[in-house]
């Protein structure tokens, strides 16, 4: 099956400071989605893109979908971000019941 | 506001008591599906629903039921729950029955067997 692969796996950033996420999927997709984990274990939906680029504030996302990769950024980071960031994927294949396959996510610590 | 709505959000309760997870979605979504997260094992589908009356597994069932009797709910059922199944469980809901479009997520339900 597809396989999500995402980098780094811990990120510790001091408050103001920039970062990417990097998610690599081994298959073409029908849904890419970025998710962050708060630490009470709510998951926030931040966005839908399984293509092309979109902003929200300090955070945007962009997928390349020819080749297989999305990047999600955040600029000057705030310690409410801290959490895990999460990629998952839909599979194109038409046996994939719209199953979201998950990657082991990016644990970020914003540091006062 | 447009939603997923989990009950309860947190429980503990002891091997064998059945109990019964809801999840009601107001967005007239066609697909629902379950999800459990767990350290080291990331999040499995448990089961999925494209309509009304239409389930099916995910693929981690095995101690779980479902029912889609109506489109805006989608309970999840554990007959006899097991400290296995000590996990935070997600509702999910989406648009259509097409493969594409966007899933929407429940704030999770933290259960613990004991």
Redesign the interface.
Known sequence: GIQVEQSPPDLILQEGANSTLRCNFSDSV??L?W?HQNPW???I?LF?I?SGTKQNGRLSATTVATERYSLLYISSSQTTDSGVY?C?V?S?R?D?????I?G??TKLIIKP | EAQVTQNPRYLITVTGKKLTVTCSQNMNHEYMSWYRQDPGLGLRQIYYSMNVEVTDKGDVPEGYKVSRKEKRNFPLILESPSPNQTSLYFCASKPGRANTGELFFGEGSRLTVL
């Open positions: 029908n849904n989605q998710f274990g709510q998951l939906n839908y399984p999460f998952a839909v194109s038409r994939s019941n719209y199953q979201l998950w082991a996510g």
